[in-house]
């Protein structure tokens, strides 16, 4: 848990996941989950009695997942749970019923009961946080559950929904090595912890790891009589030519819309959306129209965001977008993005302002991405302290200096300092990239809605 978790404009609330805080004796990740369970069983396994779920699990693309999932299946008019995580701003966004956010006062309702059992000791901030929304989920009506898992998949707090509609799994690459493993294959091993024994698992695009995580996710569900819904083997999507996607499966080939999402990386994202609800139709029969109009509504907060320049203080020749990428794929799906602004018909510099938590692989996310920017501005991230530091950063840039001519690097005490250089120097029209940490984006929005508690 990071103490930006604790943060809220609801002083009460605050107080309470602060006490969550307080009670917890480490930050480690525990993977024995006898406490866990005892809380569920506390509080009468309401995962058990919770409406159909699609459980999605992956490291990049996941959250994308949930929200095409979403926004498709509420225009088709059911009414959606959601658990996704971490959270931008509000911790009320980790937990979605019945399509709306959940208030504070049924949060703070279901912290208190939570905390006063015995058993809510010890145990994590993502335990207690997933224990309580199970609860929600089964109290309040709805017809469908989206459940994102938190970071691994085969000892995950969301992993204990005996038989899912559908199971989907989205990109695989390397973060969170220290819980996860240090090899694609042992991550990839724990995201296919959510196949289950005969559910339909549908596979997302892996990029350069294609080889390696389809293998362990095939061994995964034959293991377990699971069918496994391939891509690049059992569908396939690609641009269309004409603005939108071609998209293929079960010997069916359909032309679809290019959902509200920016980014090449979600046309894949889309398709396996379009696999999953396609095999769970007997049970959420979803039109093409209220497919199309999903496509339209989609939105997800902070992935290749763009936002109106003087809304951070900057003139309007300013481009401006946020992401929340922090790891190798996610710096190489920046990087298509970045080329495809290079060579289209409004090419202008790319300025990075940069800021990553220590233990992140800054090299891998960056490398990528090098060649497209003019400038890379690093800077802390609030209530952080194991954030990437101004030295590590500027040993990392040395490392880049064979190729680096050009570009100009620098560290700042915060995110606006950063943002105020760029329009210092900036001569002429420009595009500003905000990336590197969920917490990051944090700070951004806080920023840009006008808070200034974004730094400390």
């Not at 602060?18 to 009468?44: P, T």
Request: hydrophobic share 45%.
């Amino acid at each position: 848990m990071h103490k930006a978790d604790l943060v809220h404009d609801n002083l009460s609330l605050q107080q309470k996941l602060e006490q969550i805080f307080v009670l917890r004796k480490s930050s480690r990740v525990n993977w024995d989950q006898a406490g866990y369970f005892a809380l569920l069983e506390r509080l009468g396994n309401p995962q058990n009695n919770v409406p159909p779920v699609l459980h999605v699990a992956g490291t990049n693309g996941k959250g994308s997942m949930v929200a095409l999932l979403r926004a498709v299946l509420e225009a088709a008019g059911y009414k959606v749970h959601a658990y996704t995580s971490p959270h931008l701003l509000r911790v009320n966004e980790r937990i979605y019923l019945a399509g709306q956010e959940i208030s504070d006062s049924y949060l703070e309702h279901l912290i208190d009961e939570v905390l006063a059992f015995e058993e809510s000791r010890n145990l994590s901030f993502f335990e207690i946080m997933t224990a309580l929304a199970f609860k929600a989920f089964r109290d309040v009506s709805a017809d469908v559950l989206l459940l994102e898992t938190g970071m691994g998949g085969r000892l995950d707090c969301t992993n204990v929904v005996e038989k899912p509609l559908a199971t989907l799994i989205s990109r695989v690459s390397m973060d969170h090595m220290e819980f996860l493993g240090d090899t694609l294959e042992g991550i990839a091993a724990e995201k296919a912890g959510i196949i289950k024994a005969g559910v339909p698992c549908v596979a997302g695009y892996q990029g350069d790891g294609d080889a390696v995580v389809s293998r362990i996710l095939i061994e995964a569900a034959q293991e377990k009589a699971a069918p496994l819904s391939l891509f690049g083997r059992d569908w396939r999507i690609a641009p269309d030519g004409s603005g939108g996607l071609r998209f293929s499966f079960d010997g069916e080939e359909h032309l679809w819309p290019w959902p509200g999402l920016e980014g090449v990386h979600q046309m894949y994202n889309a398709g396996a959306v379009l696999t999953a609800l396609d095999l769970v139709k007997d049970v959420l029969p979803v039109s093409e129209k209220s497919m199309r109009k999903g496509f339209a509504a989609v939105s997800w907060p902070g992935r290749l965001q763009r936002f109106p320049a003087e809304a951070a203080g900057m003139p309007e020749d300013c481009v401006l977008w946020l992401d929340c990428g922090h790891n190798d794929s996610a710096g190489l799906a920046l990087a298509a993005q970045a080329k495809l602004w290079a060579v289209g018909s409004d090419p202008r510099p790319l300025h990075l302002v940069l800021g990553m938590l220590g233990r992140k692989d800054v090299r891998a996310f960056l490398e990528p991405l090098w060649p497209f920017l003019a400038s890379v501005r690093h800077v802390p991230i609030s209530f952080e302290p194991s954030c990437l530091s101004a030295q590590a950063f500027e040993e990392i840039v040395r490392g880049f200096s064979s190729d680096q001519a050009g570009i100009y690097t620098g560290s700042f005490d915060s995110l606006q300092a950063a943002l105020q250089d760029v329009v210092q120097d900036h001569a002429g029209p420009c595009r500003v990239l905000v990336a590197g940490s969920v917490y990051l984006a944090g700070d951004f929005m806080r920023l840009v809605q006008g808070d200034g508690n974004t730094g400390g």
